[in-house]
Nanobody, 125 residues
Framework: QVQMVESGGGLVQAGGSLRLSCTASGLTFDEYSMGWWRQAPGKEREVVSV???????YYIDSAEGRFTISRDDVKNTVYLQMNQLKPEDTGMYYC???????????????????WGQGTQVTVSS
């Protein structure tokens, strides 16, 4: 049974930082591209960042230069370091796993096989 557990969310002031973690079990972690998604109140879920099996990275425009995604295939964990946070970064953040080829960067929800339960990030102004 696949489990994906996020942690690291919380309440932070604008300009602050948070580091999200997601640890997966029950799957062969290095066979998966890993993504971070978020859903703001009243909005659709959107991809924030993705890291491929080979380490290539994708960021949504608003995250470029502020967020850094990384993965540790020994610890079965993907991270999202978020700096210079803004109120518009507020939302529920989900990690997701997509079984893809080495350099694939999946950006559509239907490409993902497994999802975590989410961790809330709230950025106050």
């Amino acid at each position: 049974q696949v489990q994906m557990v996020e942690s690291g969310g919380g309440l932070v002031q604008a300009g602050g930082s948070l580091r999200l973690s997601c640890t997966a079990s029950g799957l062969t972690f290095d066979e998966y591209s890993m993504g971070w998604w978020r859903q703001a109140p009243g909005k659709e879920r959107e991809v924030v960042s993705v890291i491929s099996r080979g380490g290539t990275r994708y960021y949504i425009d608003s995250a470029e230069g502020r967020f850094t995604i990384s993965r540790d295939d020994v610890k079965n964990t993907v991270y999202l370091q978020m700096n210079q946070l803004k109120p518009e970064d507020t939302g529920m953040y989900y990690c997701a796993a997509a079984r893809r080829s080495v350099w694939d960067i999946p950006t559509r929800e239907e490409e993902y096989n497994h999802w975590g339960q989410g961790t809330q990030v709230t950025v106050s102004s």
